[in-house]
């Protein structure tokens, strides 16, 4: 039966051990996965020790954003263990952190496959027509912006192998259910880093804020086999349709509703689902005799009760 974990956290000693322990554990988990993408890509200890040099730094100063200037050296030195040398060649190296902006493509790809309006009678993303009135592809790419030219984002979706564009019938449909761009590897890595790096920006504010500021959960279980598992990969992606279908056409109304009202509109959001499955490791599975956890549901705080 599916419960919730309520294990006891093991008492922290007085020279704050288990923390410490804890707090690398956790570090070191997040670790692994980034080591291996690096290494896929031949990139360097030196350049990502380089890369978290600067993140320290930059996290380091923004702990006190109204203090004084002529102590920064000195403050993100004793907070972050490097030298003051170091510190000051590395503030006066740092790179800003960019504003994070959806690619137009992924808009387009949303709208296609939420909008009542771009969608058949049963439901699917329908097949445009790629000039005229609505619903065709120009209206669908102006409705998100103006900026581009409408071919130019065609020509754009075409080459990252999500829509196909028919011109004996100059009409246009797409080919997949997601925006999975699978010729793009740059978009892929941004993909990346900005799911993974909200998603592990949710959780470390959760960690440092009692829980209190993003909805955080996950399901896990162990003892499946493959085979349960490929039954399982329908379920995942429909659970995930139904979430976006739902939630694209209310967030797209906001936003036209807070431009209309004249709100000011300075916040961002991210909603996301993932999934992930692998070996038990010997270490993982249970021995003979033990009882197993099977089903487990963890988060830090669920604040949307």
Known sequence: MPTTSNEKTPELGLDGSYQQSAQMKAVSRLLLPLARLCLAHGITFAAVEELLKQAFVQEADALEPGAAEHGKVSRISTATGLTRREVTRLVKSEVPVRSVKTPVSSEIFA????????????????????????????????????????????????????????EASDKVSL??????????????????????????????????????????????????SAESLERLRPLF??????????????????????????????????????????????????RKGQISRRFRNTYLKDNSK
């Not at 592809?137 to 999500?162: C, K, Y």
């Not at 793009?184 to 949710?202: C, Y």
């Not at 209310?250 to 004249?262: E, K, N, P, T, Y």
Request: proline share 4%.
């Open 111 to 166: 709208r296609w496959t939420t909008d009542p309006k771009y969608r058949n009678q049963n439901g699917a993303p329908s097949v445009l027509k790629r000039q005229g009135q609505a619903p065709s592809f120009e209206t669908l790419a102006q409705s998100i912006t103006r900026d581009v030219h409408p071919r130019s984002m065609l020509d754009e979706l075409v080459r990252l192998g999500l829509v196909k564009y028919e």
């Open 175 to 224: 080919k997949r259910n997601e925006f999975v761009p699978s010729r793009d590897a740059q978009q892929m890595l941004d993909l990346l880093g900005e799911n993974v790096g909200d998603h592990l920006t949710a959780a470390v504010e959760n960690v440092l804020h009692d829980g209190n500021r993003h909805l955080e959960q996950a399901v896990f279980a162990d003892e499946l």
């Open 237 to 286: 992606s429909a659970q995930w349709t139904a979430l976006r279908d739902a939630m694209v056409p209310v967030i797209m109304d906001l936003i036209d509703s807070d431009r209309l009202a004249g709100r000011e509109q300075d916040r961002r959001m991210r909603i996301g689902i993932y999934t992930f499955d692998d070996c038990i490791t010997d270490a993982k599975a249970p």
